[in-house]
């Protein structure tokens, strides 16, 4: 039973425009969600993350929404760059209990045209 | 610098040969993870360590085998009895809470030859 789910395994957006990677949880328990990049035959590298006591974290080009109630987040990056072209991993886990295992989801492969 | 290094980053491997891959983190994380990763696929949980002395199989565990006599080290073997052993490995270690997330090392290529 997947717990977190990326249903869209990839995305093609126009440099310039706005990119959305979506998320969705199935384990009510979990408080904490961070997002992953990863290049081909790299290590994944933290993005973003956000607590449940917030709707919205924002860090430049990036900002993450959660929608509790849903049980979705979404991941913004506006404007899109070409650099920016990777696998996006989302990835959920319960902060307020001792332990530190995170869920990710099957990752989203977005592709930014030049 | 603090961090995650796995060693080496391309390996091959004849059919029926154990090899084992190196994961060394100087971060004092308590937690150890490894990862494998195919070809369009996400990222499957193997086996994972909370503390030294201690692990846990995760969800392909069969055909792997562990050890965490230290607590910066962390190494996977692959054995014979993996019966599709070609993949990319990632290594990852994380501190107690999972708001501080997991730190992954570059990953090794293992090739069956």
Same mark, same amino acid.
């Given at each position: 039973d997947q717990q977190v789910k990326q249903n869209s395994p990839s995305l093609s957006v126009q440099e310039g425009r706005i990119s959305i990677l979506n998320c969705d949880y199935t384990n009510s328990m979990f408080d904490y969600f961070l997002w992953y990049k990863k290049y081909p035959a790299e290590g994944p590298t933290f993005l973003i993350s956000i607590?449940?006591?917030k709707d919205k974290n924002e860090d430049g080009r990036f900002t993450v929404f959660l929608n /509790?109630?849903?049980k979705h987040l979404s991941l913004h990056i506006v404007p899109s760059q070409p650099g920016d072209s990777a696998v996006y991993f989302c990835a959920a886990g319960e902060n307020n209990n001792a332990g530190n295992?995170?869920?990710f989801g099957g990752g989203t492969r977005l592709m930014? /045209?030049? | 610098d603090g961090g995650i290094t796995q060693s080496p980053k391309y390996l091959f491997?004849?059919?029926g040969q154990n090899v084992t891959l190196s994961c060394e983190q100087n971060l004092n994380h308590d937690? %150890?993870?490894w990862y494998r990763q195919d070809p369009g696929q996400g990222l499957r949980l193997i086996y994972y360590s909370q503390i030294v002395n201690d692990f846990q199989k995760g969800d392909i565990a069969e055909g792997y085998s562990v050890s965490r006599e230290k607590k910066e080290s962390f190494p996977l073997t692959v054995t014979s009895a993996q019966k599709n052993p070609t993949a990319f490995y990632l290594c990852a270690s994380? %501190?107690?809470r999972v708001r501080y997330g997991y730190t992954f090392g570059s990953g090794t290529r293992l090739t069956v030859v």
């Open positions: 607590s449940s006591i /509790k109630s849903a295992m995170l869920t930014v /045209k030049p | 491997r004849k059919e937690a %150890m993870y994380s %501190m107690d």
